[in-house]
């Protein structure tokens, strides 16, 4: 856990995170809040409001007295979320840091791609 962030919201990311990478599936239980608490060391009234936000924002559903599971189309809508994420907090900065730096669009391009074929190697 991150001391500098509130534990719910580490709770739920790694929910989403499960979900995203697909260890968690579609239509799949989540750990209870009992049992998340339990792992965590935490109070579960924190680990259901971290369950809840889920809910509250359709990635995860309630089955009367069985639990918590995936949404359908939550993946996707996951994935669509952080990928908007993503663009806000790297690729408007970068942008914008090019531009001051006068680096045109074709280089910028050319960098990213010495620096992914760098990586691959």
Known sequence: ?????????QIAEQIENSII??????EAQVPSTNELAAFHRINPATAAKGVNQLVDDGTLYKKRGIG???????QAKL??????QFTEQ?????????AKLGIQGVE???MIEHYLTK???
Do not use: K, N, T
């Open 1 to 9: 856990m991150d001391e500098g962030r509130p534990i719910f919201l």
């Open 21 to 26: 990478d697909g260890s968690l599936a579609e």
């Open 68 to 74: 918590m599971f995936v949404s359908p189309g939550a």
């Open 79 to 84: 994935r669509q979320r952080r990928r908007d």
């Open 90 to 98: 790297y690729l408007q900065p970068l942008f914008a840091e090019a």
């Open 108 to 110: 910028l391009r050319a």
């Open 119 to 121: 990586e691959q190697s």
